[in-house]
């Protein structure tokens, strides 16, 4: 394509780039941690965590299209979606440090405070994050620099998940251990991701701009959700990106309880965390040449089919020497972050291919999607751990059955190889291929030049 596009420009694509930061810090740490939280630190069981997940999702359902239909259609002279990042964001941190916060109580309200910690903060993410990625193909019209974006974007989500996945632990024994430590650290966590949130919104400023002097189109709700519902590659997408979240969520719940039951080695989650950030790290930068060389399609299919391969091998033999396990998790940490990023990439794509096909581009719609299918698939994954580890006996802080530990490596490597599966056999079938997405393009900049 030798189109010229308008561009962003760089200090401004590194502004934007620290709500990789904010996003990803809340996402780890929930996927990472929570479920360990709750059952080992604030004493509830792993049945009610798994329906708490699986709850908080059937309402973000219906709260996240809402919110990418109210991002498209707001008017103001902050712009379209900066306004629900900069003034949902601080009520994102106090609710990131409620959720890690364990006050004494009966059995029964502890369970009521986790579920309406855990709502309302299912909520505040919605409104902060569906906005944030909005923003990405409206900084930028040129389809090389989208994905650079997402590329500095979810580089910026390494820096969260060396936070969360290497330093939590060890910052919370420093914070005092136990809930003291946790409170402390949700806190940090709150913080950090209502500033990342500021700064991002920053970045954006000189690109998400609403003439509110312009007479408003007519809300239609039927058109707005037909750009979602017959947009086949949206909802391919839509399918093999939640099965690989759903694949990591699985394992990232289990984490914990591997090193602790299985290997007896929690001193061994951070140098493993610190092999799969390596890895991911490498990645990121390989990201736009790799694209332009094999195309998005592509390169998402065989980083889910490869993703596969060390998980197999930890499978098959979970009590493996430690370099085999560092050697194996970096190669994981590599080839699972190219579809994890992608995704993101190929967004604006589907966002394309609905103007081309519908004449409207509801970039705030098309993000609420990815980001429920995100939650959906981490809540999925959180939902099966929780409910198969009680399913077969499992009891926090005490020596585990066979059956438990089988169960927990199961979770912890083949769980996660059924859902890389699914993404492949879903991506077969987006039919938006560098080819198509030219002739897209074409079409839509004689649009544009009428």
């Not at 040129?142 to 989500?157: C, F, H, N």
């Not at 995100?374 to 580890?389: D, V, Y």
Request: charged content about 15%; aromatic content about 14%; proline content about 4%.
């Amino acid at each position: 394509m030798n189109q010229k596009y308008e561009k962003a420009k760089f200090s401004d694509v590194f502004k934007y780039s620290f709500g990789g930061l904010g996003s990803n810090l809340a996402f780890f740490l929930v996927m990472s941690f929570l479920t360990f939280f709750y059952t080992d630190i604030f004493g509830i069981s792993s049945y009610v965590v798994a329906t708490l997940m699986l709850i908080s999702r059937f309402i973000d359902a219906f709260t996240d299209p809402i919110m990418g239909m109210l991002g498209d259609n707001t008017r103001s002279k902050m712009g379209k979606y900066r306004p629900w990042i900069i003034f949902g964001a601080p009520v994102l941190g106090v609710l990131i440090f409620l959720l890690f916060t364990a006050p004494e109580m009966s059995p029964t309200m502890k369970v009521v405070y986790a579920y309406v910690i855990y709502i309302l903060y299912s909520l505040a993410s919605t409104v902060v994050n569906i906005p944030y990625h909005a923003l990405t193909p409206v900084l930028s019209e040129d389809p090389q620099q989208r994905t650079e974006i997402v590329a500095w974007k979810q580089g910026m989500g390494t820096v969260s998940q060396f936070v969360i996945t290497i330093l939590a632990l060890p910052l919370v024994e420093l914070f005092g251990g136990g809930k003291q430590g946790w409170v402390l650290y949700g806190a940090l966590i709150g913080i950090m991701t209502t500033v990342s949130f500021w700064i991002c919104a920053w970045g954006g400023k000189k690109y998400d701009k609403v003439d509110v002097e312009v007479k408003k189109e007519k809300f239609n709700l039927k058109e707005n959700l037909q750009l979602l519902a017959c947009n086949k590659p949206m909802l391919m997408l839509m399918i093999a990106f939640g099965t690989d979240v759903l694949a990591n969520a699985t394992y990232s719940a289990v984490n914990m309880y591997y090193f602790k039951y299985v290997l007896g080695r929690e001193d061994l989650v951070s140098p493993v965390a610190t092999a799969i950030l390596v890895g991911s790290i490498i990645s990121i930068p390989l990201l736009p040449p790799l694209t332009k060389l094999i195309g998005k399609k592509r390169l998402y299919w065989f980083g889910s089919l490869l993703s596969i391969l060390p998980l197999a091998v930890m499978w098959i033999k979970p009590i493996a020497p430690v370099i085999v396990l560092m050697s194996m998790m970096g190669a994981f940490g590599f080839v699972s972050k190219l579809p994890g990023n992608l995704g993101w990439a190929m967004l604006p794509e589907c966002s394309d291919y609905a103007e081309w096909k519908f004449g409207k581009r509801g970039d705030g719609l098309l993000s609420s999607s990815l980001t429920f299918i995100n939650k959906f698939g981490m809540a999925i994954g959180g939902f099966i751990a929780s409910f198969f580890l009680g399913l077969v006996g499992f009891v926090a802080n005490q020596d585990q059955s066979a059956a438990v530990i089988s169960m927990i490596v199961f979770l912890r490597f083949g769980m996660p190889i059924l859902g890389y599966v699914a993404s492949l056999i879903s991506m077969y079938f987006y039919e938006i291929t560098d080819q198509k997405y030219e002739e897209i393009r074409r079409d839509l900049d004689a649009r544009h030049k009428k």
